[in-house]
């Protein structure tokens, strides 16, 4: 049983990625569940946590629920499966429960929700300017579409020597590397700016959909997941 788990969240893992990739209205929805999970998971449970349950708001395993948040998971409820990688690099599922599968026992508490009101708009538009040198005069949605694009740019050059690896047999062969670096920091930074936007409740229409087109051309050339990670091939036939 554990071992078709497995294999079957390996498979779901490839299927995920194909999917999130396949238009520009996809890998927007992906972004808007990455959105919620930005602190606690990184790309590639939140390729997981999408394909398995896109309104996931806060996701946890059985031990956080029971032992510190007091909430028991509901009977019958389908777990996510998540990939982790185990003693000697043997891979194994950890199963992990949405908050709206468990519920509340005696001293049960809530995980804490933020979200973005009106009333901190000003106080938050202040901390970003003094943060990133943002002029003032803007609203909140200019701000933050600001602040992400500096990040950005300062981290980009950390990933970008890992996609330099992956464009053979793919969109990005035969690019130099200045247009690769473009499409590869655009690709960032309309991601980045979608996301932010999306999980402050703010609209997100701005973001070009022709540079979300150049995502999809940049992320289907750069596969995420360890060998480790998948299924093994299947056998073929010896004739």
Sequence with gaps: MANRWFLYISELAQKAQQEVTRT???WQKFLTTASRFYKSYDFDDQLLIYIQRPDAVACADIE??????????NAGSNAIGLIRKGTGGRPYIQNVHDVSDTHRVKGGKDPWLWRMEEAYHAPVMERLAKAFGIPEGGDLGECLMEAASKVSEEHYGEYLRD???EVEDSFLEGLDDH???VIFRDTIKASVQYAVLTRCGLDASSISTQTICGALRTLTTWAPWPAWALPPPKPTAPF
């Design 24 to 26: 520009p209205e996809n």
């Design 64 to 73: 956080t629920w029971n032992n510190k948040m007091h909430r028991w998971v």
């Design 163 to 165: 996609l330099h690896y």
């Design 179 to 181: 247009n690769i670096e």
